[in-house]
């Protein structure tokens, strides 16, 4: 099984409606995750850390659910700029390895 | 301004040939990383390091080299070994240690094996 694993999609929905996608992980151990954006083409960039609490920036809700080890993001009031790829990263083994996600595919249409 | 610098962007390399893509930071990290994205695919991780002239093995390190002699350096050698080497190359950097701490990118190097 792979340390962290996401459903690749695509998720293609209309501009201005709520999306949401989960991340689980399987190491216990994993301490901190992340979600990263990807346009294509292009270098990974951090969207938002994830804490135990969840945590809000705008339009996007990052939560984290230790119990079912899972993280999940979502989005809100959708724009056409959101169409990306959403990577989920989990930090594991003593801090040291940052593990990716396969990814999920995000198409917003007007 | 402060980054991380890869280079070539673009490379084409015939089989049997070995090639080094180079990584530069100037952000003071200690911890430096290399990943390998195929098509439609997420990252998976080559190797790692997180301090000078130590590294270890990431998930797909057969084929590949690494060596980590200054702290601002991380250069990856794709070797003749490595059966499929066409692939997006980023390298990666961030403060060692602890469990925050965000990852800066660089632009990639695209490498196609002809």
């Known amino acids: 099984r792979k340390e962290v694993e996401q459903d690749p999609g695509p998720f293609n929905v209309p501009e201005g409606a709520t999306v949401a996608f989960n991340c689980t992980y399987s190491?216990?151990?994993?301490?901190?995750f992340f979600w990263y954006r990807q346009d294509c083409r292009k270098e990974p960039k951090l969207l938002m850390s994830?804490?135990?609490s969840g945590n809000e920036d705008g339009r996007f809700t990052a939560q984290l659910n230790r119990a079912s080890q899972y993280i999940s993001l979502l989005i809100r009031d959708s724009k056409l700029s959101d169409s990306a790829t959403y990577l989920c990263v989990g930090i594991i083994q003593g801090a040291q390895k940052l593990v990716f996600g396969q990814g999920t595919r995000l198409t917003i249409n007007p | 301004d402060g980054g991380i610098t890869q280079s070539p962007k673009y490379l084409f390399r015939k089989e049997g040939q070995n090639v080094t893509l180079s990584c530069e930071q100037n952000?003071?990290?200690?911890?430096m990383y290399w990943y390998r994205q195929d098509p439609g695919q997420g990252l998976r991780l080559i190797y790692y390091s997180q301090i000078v002239n130590d590294f270890q093995k990431g998930d797909i390190a057969e084929g590949y080299s690494v060596s980590r002699e200054k702290k601002e350096s991380f250069p990856l050698t794709v070797t003749s070994a490595q059966k499929n080497p066409t692939a997006f190359y980023l390298c990666?950097?961030?403060?060692?240690?602890?469990?925050?701490?965000?990852?800066?990118f660089g632009e990639g190097s695209r490498l196609t094996v002809l």
């Open positions: 190491n216990s151990a994993s301490q901190s």
């Open positions: 952000l003071n990290h200690d911890a």
């Open positions: 990666a950097s961030r403060l060692a240690g602890g469990y925050t701490g965000e990852l800066f």
């Open positions: 994830v804490y135990s």
